[in-house]
């Protein structure tokens, strides 16, 4: 008997599927996971936050170069169709980011360049490919949710 049947077999349940996400569990990063939502939909950072709660984490707060270079390696895996939203926003007050999940200061924000602009009004950050964008929250796009294992 094949050994092959059995290794495909398991390698299609490291990529599987959790309440309506991707995992695809490149490489855990200290003691999180990461899942990225499969379809493009308007964000709205409370219902994809309750999204993310489902599945034991939250909307993905970005802590140092490490997890965002980790980040933006999985994203450009999944399709590099984006935009990728992360929790951090700043909604409350212009200007001043903080993760959704805990009302923080978020800890660590890397900006393309010219970036943030607030460009219409835009409030929510996305991952792209060398930093964070600012964009608007009403776009479509997917979310990642950071789950701590």
Request: aromatic share 14%; with cysteine.
């Amino acid at each position: 008997m094949s050994l092959l049947p059995i290794l495909l077999l398991l390698g299609v349940l490291m990529i599987a599927s959790v309440q309506g996400y991707v995992n695809y569990d490149f490489r855990k990063y200290g003691n999180r996971r990461y899942y990225v939502s499969r379809d493009h939909e308007p964000f709205n950072l409370a219902k994809m936050n309750d999204r993310c709660k489902e599945s034991g984490g939250y909307l993905v707060i970005i802590d140092n170069e490490q997890e965002l270079e980790n980040l933006t390696f999985t994203v450009r895996k999944v399709s590099g169709r984006g935009p990728f939203f992360t929790g951090i926003n700043d909604v409350t007050s212009e200007g001043r980011f903080e993760n959704y999940n805990d009302k923080s200061p978020a800890k660590y924000l890397k900006w393309r360049w010219f970036q943030p602009d607030n460009y219409w009004g835009e409030d929510c950050v996305e991952i792209q490919y060398r930093g964070l964008n600012d964009l608007g929250c009403e776009k479509k796009g997917r979310y990642i949710c950071e789950v701590p294992v």
